[in-house]
């Protein structure tokens, strides 16, 4: 039995196989075709008639044969043709022969509802009979090409009187459709377009999916309408033929039109026309034949006949369906009509008698007054025929196939494919079924979705008893189904899922995952890489071909996909032990762990939830599935699918699995004691890589996780250190400043006590190495302790940050002088003396100490690639700002030392030397390193939260800045094109102009005075004046346009223009005399022109500047237009986008003060954990720490035997393989009683709100029945005031 994946539950598309219907020939088209052609010429034959008898009485010039076809329908071509005489006998194996098929392919149907093909086969009604009939699994495997089904659906019923309610139509078209989909069934009916048969393809052509299900009819070919449209040239039917359309008109008495919804039809042919009941013989075999060729362990596949409505012929297909033996059954319609309602009436109406008297034997018998009434509705709806004993026999015979009988009815609670599916139990239930019907069934079960069937007719009658192995083949069946409620079913039924989840099972169900979620896609992806990446290095074993669609996911490759999802600080047991789980009959000691992680990939959160509540370490189980959400729905981001309900169910199932996990350590922390869910938070934990819980906390970002009151309180005492908690921070770093003052301090009064159970490094007798347990340690240890802890190391650290910031400020502001200009008789001073002083260099040995803790970041990456390394890295955007600090630094020194105190360069200010390259670096980098601090407030609890408001308003500024850039250039660019027509300009600097204008007309800076101005003189050019001028001229003198007056013109127009010039001379002297000492030539009247235009504004003594363009249409109507773009950009920009961004940063605003407590733990998290592992000199001093200690750990960080999340308690965290086993089942035991409580809690709850339910239900039928007393009452009143 295949077992491709289920889309969903029932009513969702299955997973068939399109029936191709392509509407153009190709080669490969036209070659399929030809071969289909030759073979069914050659195994599929028709019966026609070819000795014609004529009728008697039969005067037309066509005559009919005894076989109902005219003279003319008859092969007269064919050699074996003969006509007989009138007198002469027809008998149907005489007067018939079998001839090639003229009669088959594909057909199109003339109606808008149906676009798609369909195939059509007419066959003789030998092919009944074996071994004739074998044949067609040929045509259904290899030329029809159809998926295996896992179930037979044969509907009969009416077909011309068919009047059946409108209800349980559509009652019974949603079912059929369920069914179908769900089970991936095929369909047989009569395939014509009346009766029923129209009713199932009209549910079978509606439905919406990209799939067609298959649907055939088997029909009568000599009461098919226009059938001769249907048979081609016997010699031209090769190489590609065009598929057959097929008229859909109402019928002529007698026969009938094919249906355009059934993807396939069987026509048969006994040689004549209009007989009835010929398909049923063909159709009953053709069902035996499906039956049995999709056989599984000898078990026949099952059938369900489905009976609406329908007459004689409807109850001869019911009893042959049940006649078979083969666990076939039956489903009536019950109040669909005629036959049907008769079968109902008569089924619930018998008795079973003994029937020779000893109770040996028994029958089915009708009592007295209910044959009475069957024999009324007989004769009322079939009228006074002879077949009243007929009907009733074969309804005492359905009768007695009791457990395979099933009435449906409307007004039942469940759908139409629930009886469809419980016919099918109830006809296995009992101890003769074989095991493999058994088990067919219970995949049907599953297949379905309905386990309250499956747990009513098999596991509660216990019949029969499953082996361990069916279970297993169940159980994997379910899982990849997504079946929760089976797979459940299954566990309490007995199956081990220890035993089930072999390392062969779980490669399975990984290469079966859905191929709609991230899972499978980020799988195959990866499987695909290797691939190729195999192909690429010529390794022979990759097998190339038509047979590797797709490859195999390994388990490696889940392993691989899962230190990806973690970030690359967990290694899987794939990984670890590849070896091991190359053997299928491996077995794994977390199985539900894994399950659950093999259910979040596959997006089934109901049944990762039920694996999940049997998970041994729920709370890492849960944030991990968390994680795996959290990075499905990134990915779903990230291809672009724009799948809004996948979105929202991925988020929702990582937030609940987090709270899950959150209310699980809530119950540990107000159940038991601290020691208790402290273990819980440090043990290693070998299912996930050897990570605690608290390292998985910190990978995986579980915010609401991280500020949980115990995991806050976990990291207040990695913090703290051994140092009473109760210290005031003052006091911390007054004393950190003056070394002998953690003397004098309060340490924790048991020190060493509440760990010495888990401490490595106390002896069996409770003395620690250095200190005895319980006492008060020794001065030297309290200042160990005091500058070891993560608190003193940050406020260390802050003040030589902040020492370090102020010597930079001195560096960057102090004057360009050299020391040696001071100190002239300094024997150090040289002509090649740089300008580096001593704050200079401690600034590089400052920036020189950050450069380990970097690297030792980058290699404390818990995984072994580089690559994965630095990833992990630069995730963290405070290390991507101390990054790009060091290297700025670096060169903004670099250039510094270059400077030579002689070097008058730096004086230069017209051209860039490396002293101003130096001080433009610095600026920058002095930039970085004060974004950098923001870090140290981050520990705040007012400032926290507000850092993190700056961080999203940042992401939401810079994706406004896009909308501002496009309305900005988008009215700079117009507005300079309409302000400057004529000024050549460079475009840069023209650019650069115009978005500034634009830029601050944002904020308020118009300047629409300067506007005008800007105006004018951007329209003074040479051109433009001396046509404007012309115009003008033009216009006073009314030339008539004549050649000689042009000449004229000409000649006057240039007297005035030196008489304009000469005045334009005498008032301009000064820029003539500019020109004269220039040695320039003599301005000419247009270079007046424009100095005019540029001097307007200062001579018009108040006058509007356009004043000067007042007769320029084109000048004043761009004055115009660029002062309403000015109107729209500022209402755009300074109304709308302004207050667009108002509304957005208020919205961020509001959802990080919703969440400020959150926030500020989670940061507050990360920043005890980075602190705890810095070297506990600060910088620059902690340059002697990495030269001393570094170079072991860097090595040991190689290696892989360090992770980069740890904890303050280090030595606890050292402990020896027992006592880490011992302290890991003690952390199990803790939270599976948790895990206990939380369970009740929600049951209680769940149970809370069914009672308050029923409480409010009580109240308000209490309130229905006083206001409906009250009503009466009112109404009572009203009758008496009115009769008095």
């Avoid at 699980?664 to 107000?670: A, E």
């Avoid at 117009?974 to 600097?989: G, K, T």
């Amino acid at each position: 039995m295949s077992m491709g994946r289920d889309t969903g539950a029932a009513g969702t598309p299955g997973d068939y196989r399109t029936i191709p219907h392509e509407s153009t020939t190709t080669a490969s088209s036209i070659t399929d075709q030809r071969t289909f052609d030759e073979w069914v010429v050659k195994n599929i034959q028709v019966r026609e008639c070819y000795k014609f008898v004529k009728e008697k009485d039969d005067v037309d010039n066509d005559p009919i044969c005894h076989c109902k076809n005219k003279l003319s329908k008859h092969p007269k071509l064919s050699s074996d043709f003969m006509e007989m005489p009138e007198e002469s006998s027809w008998t149907q194996n005489d007067n018939t022969m079998l001839t090639k098929n003229n009669a088959f392919g594909k057909i199109t149907f003339d109606v808008e509802e149906c676009s798609e093909e369909a195939q059509y086969m007419r066959i003789a009604k030998d092919y009944s009979e074996k071994p004739r009939i074998e044949i067609l699994k040929s045509l259904f495997a290899d030329f029809w090409k159809l998926d295996e089904p896992d179930l037979l659906i044969s509907v009969s019923g009416g077909a011309k009187s068919f009047n059946v309610p409108q209800d349980i139509c559509a009652s019974f078209q949603q079912g059929l459709l369920n069914a179908a989909r769900s089970t991936r069934a095929w369909i047989i009916t009569g395939g014509q377009h009346c009766g029923v048969m129209k009713l199932v393809g009209g549910v079978i052509g509606q439905s919406i999916s990209t799939t067609r299900i298959p649907t055939i009819g088997v029909g009568n070919w000599g009461k098919t309408w226009k059938n001769n449209l249907l048979v081609h040239n016997r010699s031209g039917h090769y190489g590609g033929r065009e598929a057959t359309t097929y008229p859909i008109e109402p019928p002529d008495k007698g026969y009938a039109t094919l249906d355009p919804n059934h993807t396939h039809h069987f026509l048969v042919d006994d040689g004549t026309t209009g007989t009835d009941g010929i398909e049923y013989e063909f159709r009953a075999a053709l069902e035996t034949l499906i039956c049995e060729k999709f056989m599984i362990q000898n078990v026949p596949l099952p059938m369900v006949c489905i009976m609406v409505e329908g007459g004689m012929r409807s109850l001869e297909i019911a009893i042959s369906t049940l006649r078979k033996g083969t666990g076939n059954t039956l489903v009536v319609l019950k109040g669909s009509g005629r036959a049907s309602d008769i079968l109902c009436y008569g089924f619930e109406n018998s008795i079973e008698i003994d029937s020779d008297g000893t109770g040996g034997r028994k029958e089915r018998k009708m009592p007295a007054e209910c044959d009475v009434e069957i024999k009324r509705l007989i004769e009322k709806d079939f009228g006074k025929y002879k077949i009243e004993k007929q009907m009733l026999d074969l309804i005492l015979e359905i009768s007695a196939y009791r457990d395979f009988v099933t009435i449906y009815s409307i007004q039942n609670p469940e759908p139409l494919d629930f009886y469809i599916l419980s016919s099918l139990m109830k006809s296995s239930a009992n101890a003769n079924v074989l095991a493999a019907t058994k088990m067919r069934q219970m995949r049907l079960a599953i297949t379905w979705g309905h386990a309250k069937i499956a747990r009513e007719f098999i596991f509660s009658q216990k019949l029969y008893k499953f082996s361990a192995y069916e279970l297993e083949q169940l159980m994997l069946f379910a899982i990849t189904k997504q079946r929760t409620e089976f797979v459940k079913l299954l566990m309490d039924y007995g199956c081990d899922l220890k035993q089930f989840l072999t390392a062969k099972n779980l490669k399975i169900l990984f290469n079966s995952l859905d191929p709609k979620s991230g899972g499978y896609r980020l799988l195959m992806e990866k499987a695909e890489r290797k691939l190729r990446k195999m192909k690429f290095d010529g390794n022979r074993n990759v097998e190339e071909g038509p047979g590797t669609r797709t490859p195999e996911i390994q388990l490696s490759e889940v392993g691989s996909l899962l230190a990806r999802i973690m970030q690359g600080s967990y290694t899987s047991i794939f990984n670890t032990h590849k070896k091991k789980y190359e053997n299928g009959a491996a077995t794994f000691d977390n199985p539900f762990d894994l399950m659950t992680v093999y259910c979040a990939l596959d997006n089934c959160q109901d049944m990762a939830l039920l694996f999940w509540k049997k998970s041994r370490t729920p709370m890492a189980t849960g944030i991990i599935a968390h994680r795996i959400y959290n990075y499905l729905d990134m990915m779903e981001s990230k291809w672009a699918r724009m799948d809004e309900e996948m979105t929202e169910q991925l988020e929702k199932a990582a937030s609940d699995f987090e709270s899950l996990s959150y209310g699980l350590m809530t119950m540990c922390y107000h159940n038991y004691e601290k020691k208790e869910w402290v273990n819980i938070l440090e043990v290693k934990m070998i299912d996930w890589g050897n990570l605690s819980l608290f390292e998985i906390g910190q990978i995986t970002g579980a915010k609401n996780f991280l500020s949980h009151a115990a995991y806050q309180s976990y990291l207040t005492d990695i913090w703290m250190g051994e140092v009473h908690p109760s210290t005031p921070f003052f006091l911390l770093a007054f004393c950190a400043v003056l070394p002998p003052l953690p003397i004098f301090l309060k340490y924790n009064s048991k020190f060493g006590k509440k760990n010495a159970d888990l401490n490595p490094r106390t002896d069996k007798s409770g003395t620690d190495k250095d200190d005895q347990v319980g006492k008060k340690p020794n001065p030297l240890r309290r200042l160990q302790l005091f500058y070891t802890s993560p608190a003193v190391k940050f406020i260390l650290n802050g003040i030589t940050y902040l020492i370090f910031l102020g010597l930079y400020i001195c560096s960057i502001l102090e004057g360009n002088e050299c020391n040696c200009e001071d100190h002239p008789s300094d024997e150090t001073c040289g002509p090649n003396t740089n300008m580096v002083g001593w704050k200079d260099y401690y600034l590089i040995i400052f920036v020189g100490s950050t450069i380990p803790i970097e690297i030792s970041q980058v290699i404390d990456g818990n995984t072994k690639s580089v690559l994965k390394k630095f990833k992990i890295y630069f995730k963290q955007m405070y290390n991507v700002v101390d990054l790009l600090a060091i290297i700025v630094f670096t060169i903004a020194f670099t250039l510094k030392l270059s400077v030579k105190c002689n070097d008058d360069e730096r004086y230069m200010i017209y051209k860039f030397s490396n002293y101003h390259y130096f001080r433009l670096f610095s600026s920058f980098c002095f930039i970085l390193y004060s974004l950098r601090f923001i870090q140290m407030f981050e520990m705040n609890a007012k400032i926290g939260p507000k850092i993190f408001m700056l961080k999203r308003m940042a992401v939401d500024l810079f994706f406004f800045l896009f909308l501002l850039a496009v309305f900005t250039f988008s009215y700079c660019v117009a507005s300079e094109a309409l302000l400057y027509p004529f000024h050549d300009r460079p475009v840069n600097e023209t650019i650069f102009t115009a978005f500034r204008r634009s830029y601050f007309n944002v904020f308020g800076d118009l300047d629409i005075e300067g506007l005008s101005n800007r105006f004018v003189t951007g329209h003074c050019n040479e051109k433009s004046f001396m046509y404007m001028e012309y115009h003008e001229f033009i216009m006073e003198n009314h030339l008539d346009g004549t050649i000689e007056n042009l000449t004229d013109l000409r000649t006057r127009w240039e007297e005035i223009n030196e008489e304009r010039l000469k005045k334009l001379e005498d008032n301009s002297s000064k820029s003539m005399e500019k020109r004269e000492s220039a040695n320039k030539d003599p301005p000419t009247f247009l270079e007046y022109t424009d100095d005019y235009c540029e001097r307007w504004p200062e001579h018009s003594d108040g006058n509007d500047p356009l004043d000067l363009l007042e007769d320029s249409p084109v000048a004043i109507t761009n004055y115009y237009i660029c002062f309403m773009l000015l109107c729209i950009y500022v209402l755009t920009v300074n109304i709308m986008l302004i207050n667009l961004l108002i509304a957005i940063f208020s919205n961020t605003y509001s959802d990080s003060k919703a969440k400020s407590g959150i926030i500020y733990k989670t940061q507050r998290a990360s920043v005890i954990v980075e602190f705890e592992e810095r070297p506990w000199l600060p910088n620059p001093l902690s340059l002697i720490y990495f030269a001393c200690v570094s170079p072991f750990k860097m090595l040991k960080s190689c290696c892989g035997k360090q992770r980069r999340y740890s904890s303050a308690r280090k030595d606890s965290r050292k402990a020896s393989d027992s006592n880490t086993a011992a302290r890991a089942r003690r952390a199990q035991l803790i939270e599976a009683e948790c895990m206990v409580l939380h369970l009740k809690k929600e049951t209680n709850k769940k149970d809370g709100l069914v009672i308050l339910e029923a409480q409010n239900k009580k109240i308000s039928s209490a309130v229905e029945k006083i206001v409906s007393e009250l009503k009466q009452i009112t109404l009572k009143q009203h009758k008496e005031t009115l009769w008095v």
